[in-house]
């Protein structure tokens, strides 16, 4: 039996892909860029992790200067106002296993490396289903001095909790996220979201669409 269950990314626990894209998209706007992310596209440039290198690499394909930085965090502010301002259910199967990993005593991480901020308007939206006191371990940016898909963040949750890689699964939504698991030699289960349905997840454990109990297994 594992010990311990490591939802990886924020989009483990609620989907917001869309709303992400069209926090970049109002981002890009305001910024005086007449850049626009439809889904293909933004399907091709979260092949790699972190916004800011997504505009740098983009500005530089279109021979464009521009303050990545500055937008990614206009970004930021956009999609934590769209998230708390709406009640966004928890994906399919995730209540469940927070329940049944409370019942049998088994230890809840949440092993994300974005923002504070960030994390805030997850539970915000999440209106008391899942709280932050669900979880025995919440990681951030700030714990790490590399983010995924390195496997600090992961090293860091295993110290923490006190458990072996053996003795725990990891759930993520993306292949880069995935790979931070895979890294740390934990087992992942791959949980695609929305816009990664169709990422090469065969180095993950087991693909699902629906989490449930057979995942610790």
């Not at 910024?31 to 439809?38: H, R």
């Not at 090293?155 to 072996?164: K, S």
Request: proline fraction near 2%.
């Amino acid at each position: 039996m594992r010990k311990a269950i490591l939802f990886g990314s924020i989009g483990t626990l609620i989907e917001t892909s869309d709303i992400q894209r069209e926090s970049f998209n109002e981002s890009f706007k305001e910024n005086g860029l007449d850049w626009y992310w439809d889904e293909e596209d933004y399907k091709k440039l979260l092949k790699k992790s972190g916004g800011t290198k997504r505009i740098e690499d983009f500005a530089e394909q279109n021979n464009t200067e521009v303050d990545a930085k500055k937008i990614r965090e206009r970004k930021t502010e956009i999609y934590n106002s769209k998230i708390q301002t709406s009640l966004i259910e928890p994906r399919e199967g995730v209540l469940e296993i927070l329940e049944h990993a409370h019942l049998n005593k088994i230890k809840i991480g949440f092993v994300t490396s974005t923002t504070s901020n960030n994390i805030d308007s997850v539970f915000k939206t999440l209106n008391g289903k899942v709280t932050k006191e669900d979880f025995e371990f919440i990681g951030n940016q700030n714990m790490v001095q590399k983010p995924k898909p390195y496997p600090d963040i992961y090293l860091e949750a295993l110290r923490v909790l006190e458990i072996e890689t053996t003795e725990c699964i990891a759930i993520e939504n993306s292949v880069e996220s995935a790979l931070s698991a895979h890294s740390a030699k934990i087992d992942c289960i791959a949980f695609p979201g929305q816009f990664h349905k169709d990422d090469d997840f065969s180095f993950c454990k087991k693909i699902m669409n629906k989490l449930d109990v057979t995942i610790l297994n």
